[in-house]
């Protein structure tokens, strides 16, 4: 069993299922190193990606965005709306449990930081827990997509190269 099994399981059996429920589909052929879900509502193509750490740490990053339903134009390539996700978006949002950074010590993460794990003498938070923590921000991502809204935890990224396509 790999580092990041049991967390992937507790992702898909309590987190997953909630974006299914709300009509977004997933889409796999990034995977395992990430899983896209998108959705079309009105006139706007969303998406949530979980990106995980290439190093194999039972960690990941929570990108999200929305783009034109007929997908974008990055660094001049056409990108089908089946295709785009955080790299292909003009703009999109990552979602931190704590700070902003995009270091992943500010990632949803299972493994404790090196000094909380001294103190508290474990080495794994319990994946559940990482998941409530998902589950607790995630209404963040909803107003986003309902308002616009960019919550605290939220961080802007964007790719000067990308723009929607019309």
Not at 56 to 61: A, S, V
Request: aromatic fraction near 10%.
């Amino acid at each position: 069993m790999g580092n990041t099994t049991d967390l992937r399981r507790e992702l898909k059996r309590h987190y997953f299922s909630e974006l299914e429920s709300d009509g977004f589909v997933v889409d796999q052929r990034n995977g395992p190193e990430a899983l896209t879900f998108r959705r079309v509502r009105g006139e706007r193509l969303q998406f949530v990606c979980i990106q995980w750490d290439h190093g194999g740490g039972p960690r990941f990053k929570l990108a999200f965005g929305e783009v034109s339903p007929k997908g974008t134009f990055c660094r001049g390539e056409h990108i089908r709306p089946g295709d785009v996700g955080p790299g292909t978006a003009p703009v999109y949002l990552c979602l931190y449990p704590t700070g902003n950074g995009s270091s992943t010590r500010h990632w949803f993460r299972q493994d404790r930081t090196l000094w909380n794990s001294i103190l508290t003498r474990k080495r794994l938070r319990s994946p559940y827990e990482v998941v409530v923590e998902v589950r607790r921000l995630h209404s963040q991502v909803a107003d986003f997509f309902r308002a616009g809204i960019v919550g605290p935890n939220c961080r802007q990224q964007v790719n000067s190269r990308t723009t929607d396509a019309t």
